[in-house]
């Protein structure tokens, strides 16, 4: 046991200092009023929190924030797991370079991809002349500075956080579990949905996780793309930070933002814990034949 202590003891020292503490005295600060940093007393209470709910703009943040995570969490499912199938069905050449295909726009700055963005969405970019040019359109679409723009260029960037668990959990399916459901007379539609699918829920957890929180916490690329038309609570957050200067009103919004995203991982556990799927009768069975 005390092998046990002294080896994790660098790791428990770092989470202590690095985010107990830190989270602690953010606690601390949203309760506080804004003088306080100035020199003021000490005066503890709840008019930051108040203020977040009462403020529509501060309210329509947060419903913004988890709306924009929400769609683009199920946009990238939607797109990632017919990809990371493709991948875990491919031959070894063809696997590996479409997985370098979705982990290499990783490498390309956030920055750099919202200044593509801004190309790409203009009312004189590819996608408006694309679609003039086949006539779909009579007159150029404002894309740019829309909560389309910001869903868009925020699933592209965050497919391959969907995309990499979901392979790892396909790859992880033992194949004698499909081939005793389909010696057991299932359908391969019946073997995808209610062997492959359920299997395949760790992956889709993960990697629902992994997007929903990247989101929260993005403002680059809503700042760029929705201006001030989006508002989430990131940018707000920078902008009572950085740019009001009230940092106490900053973090009672950052305490919100960790409250709702700890309700959202409940939730996600819950529905995983549905998800969850027996395979071992079939691993047997498929082991048996």
């Not at 790791?11 to 690095?18: D, G, P, R, S, V």
């Not at 969490?73 to 590996?96: E, Q």
Request: some cysteine; hydrophobic content about 55%.
């Amino acid at each position: 046991m005390k092998q046990r202590v002294l080896f994790l003891s660098p790791a428990l020292l770092f989470i202590t200092l690095l985010l107990f503490v830190p989270f602690v005295y953010l606690l601390y600060l949203s309760f506080m009023d804004q003088d306080y940093l100035y020199g003021g007393p000490a005066l503890p209470g709840f008019g930051n929190y108040v203020e977040a709910f009462r403020n529509p703009v501060y309210w329509e943040s947060i419903v913004n924030t988890f709306r924009i995570g929400a769609t683009v969490t199920v946009a990238t499912l939607l797109i990632g797991f017919p990809v990371a199938y493709i991948i875990s069905v491919s031959g070894k050449t063809l696997a590996a370079t479409l997985t370098v295909v979705t982990v290499l726009p990783l490498f390309v700055s956030v920055v750099v991809r919202g200044f593509g963005w801004i190309i790409v969405f203009g009312r004189e970019g590819p996608l408006n002349a694309l679609l003039q040019w086949a006539g779909v359109i009579d007159e150029p679409l404002q894309v740019l500075y829309t909560e389309a723009a910001v869903i868009i260029a925020l699933t592209h960037l965050l497919l391959p956080f969907m995309v990499l668990p979901v392979l790892a959990s396909l790859r992880a399916i033992d194949k004698s579990v499909i081939d005793a459901a389909m010696v057991l007379g299932s359908r391969r539609r019946d073997v995808f949905l209610h062997v492959i699918i359920p299997l395949c829920s760790p992956g889709f957890v993960v990697g629902s996780l992994l997007v929903f929180l990247h989101v929260l916490a993005t403002f680059v690329l809503p700042a760029m793309l929705g201006s001030i038309n989006i508002k989430m609570i990131a940018t707000m957050i920078y902008q009572q930070v950085m740019i009001v200067g009230n940092v106490p009103a900053g973090a009672a919004l950052a305490v919100i933002l960790f409250v709702f995203t700890m309700l959202v991982f409940s939730l996600i556990g819950a529905i995983k814990n549905r998800l969850t799927f027996d395979a071992s009768p079939l691993r047997e069975e498929g082991r048996a034949r």
